[in-house]
């Protein structure tokens, strides 16, 4: 895996300030850390440092892979109603 140095360096001052602590941990834990810190913050589409892309895109540039890491991604969630739970039991007779 090839990793963008300068935009990992940009993350890890990023995050630095905050809780998480990304010294000491190997490039698939920085990595993973990165890619938590920007859920829990909840930054995945917004602007990274006044440029041209979100977190989402910076973390995929830097990293190589998506940020969302689910194997099937939903693009447009559809909104279905809540099934009830009786529905799903089959009645016995």
Not at 32 to 47: G, T
Not at 55 to 64: R, S
């Amino acid at each position: 895996m090839d990793v963008d140095r300068d935009l990992e360096l940009d993350f890890i001052r990023e995050f630095a300030t905050g809780a998480e602590s990304l010294t000491g941990l190997g490039a698939d834990g920085r990595r993973e850390r990165i890619r938590v810190a920007i859920y829990a913050h909840k930054l995945a589409r917004m602007v990274f440092r006044d440029g041209p892309m979100t977190y989402a895109e910076t973390f995929e540039k830097c990293f190589g892979q998506p940020i969302e890491q689910r194997r099937i991604v939903r693009r447009n969630p559809k909104s279905e109603p809540p099934i009830a739970r009786g529905s799903l039991q089959k009645k016995v007779v």
